[in-house]
């Protein structure tokens, strides 16, 4: 494919009213974003159009054209361009979008900007497909003033990836992107094919709509005039000639969904002129590999055909005729009448269509041309998911380009350092991962584990830390370097479940003891690399582990035994307190009655009077004394 059917040469002395809002309370889709790419702010042109500054959705650098006086609006002005530095593919991503069909519309100009005099070679994807393909030397035109491309695309993710892939060593450039919300409907040939513009006419006007008038179109439609694709008028005769007309009144059934084909479409149309017989042909460039969708426009704007048969004709495409058309049988006068028709099998790199007559003259108000993209392999959204997270989780550099999808389009490389493959259910997965080094500093990313088809994995000599995640050991695993690194930590149990050959972690600093399963690598042909570990034991190499340590530190029979001896320590504290307790009881003072007390104390007293009495007399005695008690 080359740019050039791609796009609309712009006449930049034109008015340019970009994706005009609706005015209908009808329409429900009234989404759009505008962004001038390279522009340091935000801003609002001449025609009330918001335009964000593109510093939020990509990296690249930021430059403007050689003569910004010769482009009349800023937006044409300011360049967005992305040098090998920062890698062969990089991306806009543009978030939050509801999922449904949208329109992309792009600017592109090179105009010298960089002095080198070499107009890039790149391509353009949306959504994991080539849609866009420049290549160097551009034509002089294109590079001085520019080109608008256009095309319509289904968003399923809820995000718009527009890409630039660098060929050779040349910078992708762009200045500015415009995405609009249209009806789910609208043109739909599949749910997953892109239709790219490869010419979309009006005839008996002039170019018309966003870019060259302010005819409003609600999918920002621009339409040339039929005579840049007009080849000739041919017939009996010689003198015959194109006219154009023009409607006297409203033509009705325009304007709805899905694919609101403007008013104006229909208001004017050509016709032929001569003695009869005389046909309308157009030459459409094309790319011969695709497959293309043709959309016919039509109203009997000619009030004197006032009933049906008095102008048949057929259309021809590529020598085949199509169909026969009677406008008015269909619809009557001052009614839209369209359909559409695929080609298929191309040879050529030119698509004729010829209108020729059977009754009267044939008539024609517009013609659209689309190339059916087919939908690219994309990778599995849960590798998707994972590749992300190893981008952040790993801090890779820009200039490795990871962006977009890891391995779409098939047709360009995929990721720096990343090998991908196609399964049968038709999807792309990750097979490979070198990164082998590459400066790193982060750590690997528990999300690893949802590449499931993972084979080699190479992250040696960097500066990784952490421990090993959990998910690291899938099942198709052959290939383990993360040499070099600063792991720290166990080895995970994963990795002894994973057909690995070959494992080199050396130069790290793990810990714990290796399993069995993995020392056994060696034994059987393969090759494992654990020097440097000064944490690991259990190897051949490695020091032994102590009586009770595993891989994961205390073994099974450690705990068992930390476990037995925890119960007996409970138990002998249990036994000493019962001991304790026992004593306390049997050493107790039990408490008398109150009567008893009473008694005890009478009696006390007793005593210690008798007592006194017989000490008393012993005295007297000694004396040779007998005292005299008087009886009370």
Same mark, same amino acid.
């Given at each position: ?372 993209? =087919?939908?690219? *392999?994309?990778?599995? /959204?849960? %590798?998707? +998911? ?9 801090? #890779? &550099? ?93 080895? =995970?149990?994963? *990795?002894?479940?994973? /057909?690995? %050959?070959? +494992? ?9 003891? #290796? &399993? ?117």
């Amino acid at each position: 494919m080359t740019p050039f059917p791609f796009f609309f040469i712009i006449v930049f002395f034109c008015l340019f009213p970009f994706l005009p809002s609706s005015s209908s309370l009808h329409y429900p889709y009234n989404y759009s974003l505008h962004i001038d790419c390279g522009s340091l702010s935000n801003s609002t042109d001449i025609f009330n159009t918001a335009w964000v500054s593109d510093r939020y959705f990509t990296g690249g650098a930021i430059s403007v054209v050689s003569e910004p006086l010769h482009y009349q609006h800023s937006q044409e002005k300011t360049l967005r361009y992305f040098p090998i530095s920062s890698g062969k593919k990089n991306c806009y991503v543009i978030p939050n979008l509801s999922s449904g069909r949208y329109q992309l519309r792009t600017f592109t100009v090179y105009d010298n900007y960089d002095g080198k005099s070499h107009s890039p070679s790149f391509d353009v994807s949306v959504e994991g497909n080539v849609v866009f393909q420049w290549r160097s030397p551009w034509h002089e035109t294109i590079s001085r003033d520019g080109a608008y491309s256009d095309l319509f695309f289904t968003v399923s993710d809820n995000e718009a990836n527009v890409c630039f892939y660098s060929i050779a060593t040349d910078s992708p450039v762009i200045a500015s992107l415009e995405i609009t919300q249209i009806d789910p409907a609208s043109y739909l040939v599949n749910d997953t094919s892109i239709l790219v513009n490869y010419g979309r006419f009006s005839s008996g006007s002039d170019q018309w709509g966003p870019g060259f008038s302010n005819d409003t179109d609600r999918f920002g439609r621009s339409w040339q005039s039929d005579a840049d694709f007009r080849s000739k008028v041919a017939g009996k005769t010689t003198g015959a000639t194109v006219k154009a007309i023009s409607a006297i009144k409203n033509v009705i059934n325009v304007d709805r969904a899905p694919n609101y084909f403007p008013l104006k479409l229909y208001q004017s149309a050509v016709t032929v002129i001569g003695e009869g017989g005389e046909f309308l042909e157009y030459q459409l460039p094309v790319d011969a590999k695709l497959d293309y969708l043709l959309w016919f426009h039509f109203a009997e704007i000619d009030v004197s055909v006032n009933k049906a048969g008095k102008r048949v004709f057929e259309i021809v495409v590529n020598g085949e005729n199509v169909s026969r058309v009677d406008i008015y049988k269909e619809v009557g006068s001052f009614a839209a009448y369209d359909f559409k028709y695929v080609v298929k099998n191309l040879s050529s790199a030119e698509l004729s269509v010829r209108f020729v007559p059977i009754v009267g003259a044939p008539v024609i108000c517009g013609l659209e041309n689309y190339a059916i993209i =087919p939908a690219d *392999l994309k990778t599995l /959204p849960a %590798q998707v +998911v994972a590749m992300k997270a190893l981008k952040e989780s790993l801090k #890779v &550099p820009d200039r490795m380009g990871w962006n977009g999808d890891p391995c779409a389009p098939t047709t360009w490389d995929a990721w720096e350092g990343v090998t991908c493959r196609s399964t049968t259910n038709g999807s792309l997965v990750i097979s490979q991962i070198d990164l082998g080094s590459q400066g790193l500093k982060g750590y690997i990313s528990d999300q690893i584990g949802l590449l499931s088809n993972l084979v080699s994995l190479n992250l040696s000599s960097n500066s990784l830390g952490g421990s090993l995640p959990w998910g690291l050991g899938q099942k198709s695993l052959v290939k383990l370097d993360l040499s070099n690194n600063k792991f720290t930590g166990p080895l =995970p149990d994963s *990795l002894a479940s994973s /057909p690995l %050959q070959i +494992v080199f972690l050396n130069g790290n600093a793990l810990e714990g003891q #290796v &399993p069995e399963e993995l020392l056994s690598i060696g034994v059987h042909g393969g090759a494992i690399d654990l020097f440097g570990n000064k944490g690991l034991c259990g190897g051949p190499t490695l020091p032994d582990c102590p009586l009770f340590w595993s891989k994961n530190g205390l073994s099974t029979a450690g705990k068992v035994a930390i476990g037995l001896s925890c119960v007996v320590f409970i138990c002998v504290v249990l036994l000493v307190a019962y001991i304790c307790y026992k004593r306390r009881q049997n050493d107790y003072d039990f408490g008398l009655p109150h009567e008893m007390t009473s008694l005890a104390a009478k009696r006390n007293r007793y005593q210690r009077q008798k007592s006194l009495m017989t000490l008393e007399m012993e005295s007297q005695h000694a004396k040779g004394f007998i005292p005299t008690y008087n009886a009370t």
